[in-house]
């Protein structure tokens, strides 16, 4: 039996090779050339890998005392990518996230990649190259894409709803993740515009800017059109026009159910940078009610201090990974994992941030080799409530069907907050040359 591993690295190569990647395609030609036929044999690959009848629990990787194993509370995207999931590789042994491709087998035919594939090309041009650039990361066991367990169980997934719905009924969205999710939309929105054939694209700038004048218009064209050329996660096909080639967005993430659901049986903490997640977090389950231990104080004051440089290219992160690079700082966050996992008592957690703070200067000095590459800093918020995360709902769901006896909740959970970039651009991130490179990166 493949194990989840095993079937992304299949998924990964039936990718490339229904794109002719293996066969010396770019990414621009992807781009260009992705077809109804390609959708759905990518689909297809993934509904023959994950069959209704997988049994998901037993091929979840076990908790592990001595593996700092961290469950990203967000959903997966390739924009974000170094700062949320891979950057975060240098401090954390292993991490899980969700997988972002639609599964045929759980979605109503009008909504299928399968059945109605046009309007999931946007989509599965993002995911893929989501998926090629993670393929080093999983090769190397330091990622777990795990499907929604919903995929699989139609009652699991209504009931998870269910309660979401509830919990989040009368929750009102903050400003700062709603600028979040604001910014993200309008830049789907841009893209489809900049998509638009270019007597449209005109008519569309002239309709928003009516006293532009004709010199600046033609500026702005091709300056837009430029972007599209540039912009690795855009279809470089012109927009046709009907219902049946309306574009899904469609985002795969867990609601906090699921995720604590995914986190308690990995033996995962949660991390998150999306601050309403982070209420979620402490709103909705005993920590509302339990509060922060104070034995854990020292933690949070050496956390707080410290940045981490989050590197936004593999050669930054998987290299020095695989080298003895950060291995203090992942050493002392990994006791610190230890610790809330085992209710340690208030004797050791001076020691522990103590060991912390000790491993700031051997971060910096194994950083500073690639100072000079683009990267991100970020903080740590840290949070370990009396009682852990534990929430009845997702008692329920583990004991009906994550085969679970007993139940021991999520522990410990961190919360990302970034600092100014860093050597850093748009342009440099997300180029469609850099793309190309990316999906190599150890040809470099």
Known sequence: MLGIRERNLTLITAIEEILGLDKGKTWEDVRRELSDDHVVAIHKAIADLWPPDTDLEALLPRPQRGRL??????VP????????ITGWLAYFDEIVIVHP??????????????????????Q????????????????FGLLHVIPDPGDFNAEFGWNAMRMAEERTSAMELD????????????DEALRYVRRLPEPALRHYIKQQTPSIPDALLDEVVAHMKAQLNDDPIALLQPLEVG???????????????????????????????VP?????????TVAARDGMDPVWMPMVEALRHVEYPLGVHARTVLRPRMSDAFEAMRTALRAVGDAAANRADARPHEALAASLRDAVEPMRRDWNPMSAEPWVGAQLEFSVPRGGFARQEVHRLLITYGKARTVVPVTMALFVRYTSPRNFSTE?????????ARMKPESE
């Open 69 to 74: 194993r961290a469950l990203y509370f967000g």
């Open 77 to 84: 995207d390739f924009r974000m990518l170094e700062p949320t």
């Open 101 to 122: 491709f639609t599964n045929p087998v759980s979605v109503r035919p009008e909504y299928s990649p399968v059945v109605s594939p046009a309007q999931h090309r946007e």
């Open 124 to 139: 599965t041009l993002k995911n893929v190259l989501l998926f090629l650039e993670l393929e080093p990361y999983i090769g």
């Open 175 to 186: 400003e700062e993740s709603a600028r979040r999710f604001q910014g993200m939309y309008g």
């Open 243 to 273: 219902t049946a080639n309306a574009q899904l967005r469609v985002i795969k993430g867990c609601p906090l159910e699921g995720a604590l659901y995914l986190a308690t049986l990995t033996g995962s903490i949660v991390y998150t940078d």
């Open 276 to 284: 309403i997640y982070w209420r979620q977090l402490h709103e909705h």
């Open 428 to 436: 440099t991130a997300q180029s469609a040359d850099a793309a190309d």
